[in-house]
């Protein structure tokens, strides 16, 4: 079973599109680093999501490191998101973000990282929901003036989930 870490961002979009109990329905486990939890999460949706399932994680002392040592080389990423990378480093673990500088610096030193739209996907295999609801949570993100979403990728499942 593979344990997804998840940035903040990710956390956001899933908020935005109302999908955050189907997320944790489908049977994934996302967790987050307790760093990014006190700063991030928990005065806002952090207890909410605790209740859905969300972990949070503590790294060891060499994970910090890690992080310390990535956030120095690469000072565009968020502490927070150094600690996210750090974390996807365990085994069995894998990297869930919607930033582009933090996709590119865990592409170089995880080999693999995962996007909003490939959590959908997963939702979607899982069968625990329909594809009224991943069409309509993907709609509302993909409509939020923020969102750098894929457009041409966006099209696509919202047209595969709209024909069935």
């Known amino acids: 079973m593979i344990i997804l870490v998840s940035d903040t961002s990710v956390l956001i979009d899933l908020e935005r599109g109302g999908m955050l109990e189907t997320v944790f329905t489908a049977g994934l486990t996302l967790v987050v680093p307790d760093l990014l939890y006190e700063r991030e ?16 994680v503590t790294l060891t002392a060499a994970e910090v490191q890690v992080a310390q040592k990535v956030r120095t080389e690469r000072p565009g990423l968020s502490l927070p998101d150094c600690f996210a990378l750090s974390c996807a480093s365990r085994p069995d ?10 996709r590119k610096e865990a592409g170089k030193r995880l080999g693999s990282v995962y996007g ?8 979607e ?21 923020r969102t750098r979403l894929p457009k041409d990728e966006v099209r696509r499942r919202l047209s595969a989930w709209t024909s069935t």
Do not use: C, M, N
């Open 93 to 102: 673990h894998s990297l869930v973000t919607g930033d582009g500088l933090l």
């Open 41 to 56: 999460l928990e005065k806002d949706i952090g207890p909410y999501l605790r209740q859905l399932g969300l972990g949070v």
């Open 116 to 123: 909003l739209l490939w959590l959908l996907d997963q939702i």
């Open 125 to 145: 295999a899982s069968g625990k929901t329909t594809h009224e609801v991943l069409r309509e949570g993907l709609s509302k993100i993909s409509d939020h003036p």
